[in-house]
């Protein structure tokens, strides 16, 4: 790992401190929006490695960040996994037909986001 940039997308001020303290304690570098036009605009000025976006968001929703994400030339290729509280059956299959890389519900569960943020960086790196 070396300094990977990560973008939380996250309009619940407890959820965004603990995922941005987690994401720092493990050595990225972690930039936060509290709605996805802010987050869009950031990913768009510094392209992150990974963008983690809540899916319930004021405003425009992840699901629809999440193509405008995809639109763009310069953002296209980040994963971007959904970081919800959506966790019913239905909720989990229309987020991935969406397009999203891969799914974490909460509340966090430690080991599961670790790996998922490191693996998603990691398959990242080999495209």
Known sequence: MANEHVLLIEDNEKNRKLAKDILEFR?????????????????????????????????????????????????????????TASVMPGDRHTIMAAGFNAFLSKPIAMKEFTETVAAQIAA????
């Open 124 to 127: 990242r790196g080999t495209k």
């Open 27 to 83: 050595g990225y570098r972690v930039s936060v929006a509290v709605n996805a036009e802010d987050g869009l605009a950031l990913a768009a000025a510094e392209p992150p490695d990974l963008v983690l976006m809540d899916i319930q968001l004021p405003g425009m929703n992840g699901i629809q960040a999440l193509a405008k994400l995809r639109e763009a030339e310069a953002t296209r290729a980040i994963p971007v996994v959904a970081f």
